[in-house]
Structures are given as structure tokens and as C-alpha cells.
């Protein structure tokens, strides 16, 4: 595959969002679904590895990564969450954590990946991605599949792998979101988000062949506008691409959400009945109605592929 693709610079793509069709749509209702998350009972025997992407930088990723995985610790989940946005990281800091290693130190035979788990709030386990680190922001796809493959040499593998991955469309990114079981897109109401957003589930359905998407609409100012999005996105993907989409749920904008980060929190943990923590809550739900993880390729570089062999009874 190519290197980073301009996506903005592309040529029509923007005039694929523009249509201005009035669609049906049904309204989610922030504070109508406030009822608690509740973790399915389905045994699970092999790690769920859920990749949180978005190709426009700012869109929130970082944000859903972080409150999913805390959602799921709190409800006894046993989840790690990797900060895969090498060399700019910053979930450490966002956690307060304050990691004395990286990655990079694991790629240079200094530690195994088991040395760099932190432990969070809740029990969550972060493994930090490096900040400041200029030889982080560079690694090759080598360096990444390598990344990915350690993930087999964990002694005690969790339940969930959440990833957190950079923004842009590069070759790292697609390859964190095509190594994991499930992918999360997550879109704001901007052009650019859309348009990103398409352009990564692009490369990653036709170079990756990856063909299952779940929609987070993030930053939500109207309750309306959130499915609204989520059908947009859908609808340009159906016509172009041979790709599923589900919406799996949206956070409002909430000024609680930066609040945590000045705190160094989750606001999921912080200000558990904040308008954002029941929409993370939502999505935390959504990943209980999943269903099975499609296993396309034995052969790709995927997280924990030594144990992906679904349990039977799931
Ligand atoms: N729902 C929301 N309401 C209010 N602020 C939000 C919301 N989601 C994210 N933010 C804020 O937007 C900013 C960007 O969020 P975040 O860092 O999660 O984005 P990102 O996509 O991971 O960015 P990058 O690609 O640069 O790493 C942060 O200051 C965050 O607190």
C-alpha cells in the first residue's frame, strides 16, 4: 500500500457528503438511555481486539478509546488498552500515569511487552505508546507487525484489547485496524471527518479487506444530528463500497470530557452521570451485541493470532 494518503486533496470526495436528500431518521435521545451498563454473560475464552479509528485528527478517538475501556474495566472487564499513536501518546498522561518505558524500548530487546503494562483506574491496563519520541513517530511496518505480534507472548491474556490508533489514513493505522477483531470509526459533524473517515474504511475494506465498520458519532450537539451523521456516511459507503456499517452509538459534546482530562481521569469514572458517560455507556453495550468476531484470513498479522480460535458457545 501507499504512503499516508491526502485525503482531503482527493479529488470529488467532499462532494460525496454533500448531498442534501432529507433523510428519515429515528432520534436518539441522550438522556432516555441512561440506564447502566450492564456486561453481557457470554464466557469469552480468547481476547476481543477492537480497534478505535477515525483518519481525522481531533475527531475523539483518543477520548471513546479511553472511556470504552475504562466503561468495560468498571463493569469488571478484564481490558487493556494500547495507546497505538506511537511517538505522540498521550493516554499515559490523560490517566495519569507515568510510564518509565515505551514501546520503543520493547522493539530494542530492553523489556517484553508484559513489562510495559500500567495498571489504571478500575483495574484497566494501558500499555503507553511513547511521547516526544521521534524514532516512535517513524517505525516502518516491519516495527508494527512486530508490535502486533508480541501481543502472543502475553501471559495472561485479557478480555478486550482496546486500540487506540493515530489519526490519518498511513500504513500504521491501517495496520492496528486490520489486525484487530472489530473496527470503530468514530466521525464528528465536520466534512473533513466525514471524508477521512471514508477514505480510511476505504483502503482498509479494498487493501485490507476489512468489511466490518461500527460508527461512533462523537461531539453531538443535538441529539438529531447524530443518527443523521452516522446515515451520511453510511449512505456514501453503501453506494461506493462493499462494506457493512452499524451505528453503534454517539456522545454528545460535554464539557465534562475535558474536565476529566485536566483531572487526569476518565469522565466514565469521574462523573459517572455526565451526559458523555452515558453515551460511553451506550457503547460499551453495543460491544455486547457484537456477535462473533469474523476471522477472515489466518494468514494476515492480527492481535493474539496464536489463540484466535473462537470459543465454542459464543
Ligand atoms: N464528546 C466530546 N465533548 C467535548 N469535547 C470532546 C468530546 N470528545 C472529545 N473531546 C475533546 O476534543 C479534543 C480531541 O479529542 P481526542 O484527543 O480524543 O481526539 P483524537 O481524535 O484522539 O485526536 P488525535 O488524532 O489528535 O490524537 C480533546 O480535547 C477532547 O477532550
Redesign the pocket.
Known amino acids: 500500500m501507499s504512503e499516508a494518503v491526502q485525503v482531503n486533496q482527493a479529488a470529488g470526495l467532499q462532494n460525496l457528503f454533500s448531498s442534501s436528500q432529507a433523510q428519515r431518521e429515528e432520534r436518539p435521545v441522550f438522556h432516555q438511555a441512561a440506564s447502566l451498563y450492564q456486561p453481557g454473560t457470554q464466557q469469552r475464552r480468547v481476547t476481543r481486539t477492537i480497534a478505535v479509528a477515525?483518519g481525522k485528527?481531533?475527531?475523539?478517538?483518543?477520548?471513546?478509546a479511553v472511556n470504552l475501556a475504562m466503561t468495560m474495566a468498571m463493569a469488571g472487564r478484564d481490558v487493556m488498552l494500547l495507546d497505538a499513536?506511537m511517538g505522540?501518546a498521550n493516554i499515559d498522561v490523560q490517566l495519569g500515569l507515568s510510564p518509565a518505558r515505551h514501546i520503543g524500548h520493547m522493539l530494542e530487546g530492553k523489556c517484553a511487552l508484559q513489562d510495559l503494562i500500567m495498571q489504571a483506574q478500575n483495574g484497566l491496563k494501558v500499555i503507553p505508546g511513547g511521547s516526544g519520541v521521534r524514532r516512535l513517530a517513524k517505525m516502518d511496518n516491519a516495527e508494527h507487525a512486530a508490535v502486533i505480534r508480541s501481543f502472543d507472548e502475553l501471559i495472561q491474556p485479557p478480555d478486550f484489547l482496546i486500540v487506540?490508533t493515530?489519526?490519518g489514513v498511513a500504513d500504521n493505522v491501517a495496520m492496528f485496524a486490520a489486525a484487530a477483531d472489530d473496527v470503530v470509526i468514530?466521525v464528528c459533524d465536520e466534512l473533513a471527518s466525514l471524508t477521512d473517515a471514508y477514505a480510511l474504511i476505504k483502503i482498509l475494506a479494498h487493501d485490507f479487506g476489512v468489511r466490518r465498520f461500527h460508527i461512533v458519532t462523537?461531539?453531538v450537539r443535538q441529539a438529531g444530528d447524530a443518527k443523521k451523521l452516522y446515515e451520511k456516511l453510511a449512505r456514501v459507503c453503501g453506494r461506493f463500497l462493499d462494506v457493512a456499517l452499524d451505528y453503534m452509538g454517539m456522545?454528545?459534546?460535554?464539557?465534562w470530557?475535558?474536565q476529566a482530562?485536566r483531572r487526569q481521569g476518565a469522565v466514565v469514572d469521574l462523573w459517572p452521570s455526565s451526559r458523555?458517560a452515558v453515551g460511553f455507556k451506550q457503547l460499551a453495550g453495543a460491544v455486547d451485541t457484537w456477535g462473533e468476531p469474523a476471522y477472515p484470513d489466518l494468514g494476515r498479522i492480527a492481535f493474539f493470532s496464536g489463540q484466535s480460535v473462537p470459543a465454542a458457545g459464543w
Open positions: 477515525g485528527g481531533g475527531v475523539g478517538k483518543t477520548t471513546v499513536d505522540v487506540d493515530a489519526a468514530v462523537n461531539m456522545v454528545p459534546h460535554d464539557e470530557l475535558r482530562i458523555a
